[in-house]
């Protein structure tokens, strides 16, 4: 099922110079043996980038970076097309892309199902332990106001509140789409922001749910509550590169497959605080945590 792909093509450019944004991919591909890693426009996926993408040049791999490119529904195409080699993605987001009806399940199902929904030219290598999961969370305050423990306790109250949220998350079934249809909760009003924005907008109560992902360092900072998921709404969301095959050798692989069995949801919730917290630079602690496990 790739319907959405159409909605990417020509526009692409249009669309990044109008978020005021320098086109990634102006020149098509790397330079011939070149793998190019992406990521999308949060803090995580740029530090995946960095460890997946220094792993694999400590190898020898010949390395180049297209950072901050956007959401899925941008880049994914790029990927197929070749102007993106390698993209550390999450499993059951992907899945959820490729197959708007797939069922939310284990990794290893989930894994089954995304390589069978995958085209020809695509394959997903090792999933990590490490997991993201999209949630809604609250203050501390909204939960207690409102006694909410799990999205189910939304349904009666979500009406008078507004979540806010990426844009996409708007679209999606792992989003405001399979909120409604599982949990049958709909907000009184859905607020796009960027994620850097989402959590000041909770703190200042312009907004009083988010999406925010689970590891993301704030959620511990300022006692937010992550509302419980006992529909697997949003199933497994374990760090999985998806690659172009014709662009990424043995060696890559194996250094790609050695992040992945490196990384825990604990060290990438560690590395999340050290840059969005400490405002450290990503490269940098990508860098240190493969020396300190020996892959770079």
């Not at 390395?63 to 956007?70: D, K």
């Not at 999205?151 to 949220?165: F, N, Q, S």
């Not at 006992?230 to 374990?238: A, I, R």
Request: glycine share 8%; aromatic share 6%.
């Amino acid at each position: 099922m790739h319907k959405k792909l159409a909605l990417i093509g020509l526009p692409l450019v249009v669309l990044l110079s109008a978020c005021g944004g320098s086109d990634p991919f102006e020149e098509e591909g790397g330079e011939a043996g070149t793998v190019v890693i992406g990521s999308a426009d949060f803090p995580e996926s740029s530090l995946l980038a960095e460890l997946y993408g220094r792993a694999m040049a400590a190898e020898g791999v010949d390395v180049e970076y297209r950072l901050n490119i956007g959401s899925r529904e941008v880049y994914y195409s790029q990927i197929e097309s070749g102007n993106l080699s390698v993209f550390p993605e999450y499993n059951g987001a992907t899945l959820a892309y490729l197959d708007d009806e797939a069922p939310s399940t284990d990794p290893e199902e989930t894994n089954r199902l995304v390589e069978e929904a995958l085209p020809d030219g695509l394959e997903i290598l090792d999933s990590s332990s490490a997991e993201n999961k999209d949630s809604v969370s609250v203050t501390s305050e909204v939960a207690d106001e409102y006694d909410l423990t799990t999205l189910a306790d939304l349904a009666d109250v979500a009406d008078e509140l507004v979540l806010g949220g990426p844009p996409e998350f708007e679209t999606r079934h792992q989003g405001v789409v399979g909120l409604e249809s599982v949990y049958g909760v709909e907000f009184g009003e859905f607020r796009s922001l960027e994620v850097a924005l989402l959590t000041q907008a909770l703190l200042d109560d312009d907004i009083q749910a988010a999406n925010l992902f689970t590891t993301d360092p704030q959620i511990a900072v300022e006692d937010f509550v992550v509302l419980e998921d006992p529909e697997n709404l949003f199933g497994s969301q374990n760090i999985t590169p998806i690659i172009n095959s014709d662009q990424v050798d043995d060696t890559a692989r194996a250094a790609l497959n050695a992040v992945s069995a490196a990384l825990t949801t604990e060290e990438l919730t560690q590395l999340n605080e050290r840059v969005i917290i400490q405002n450290e630079n990503a490269a940098d602690v990508a860098q240190e945590w493969l020396e300190e496990q020996g892959l770079a």
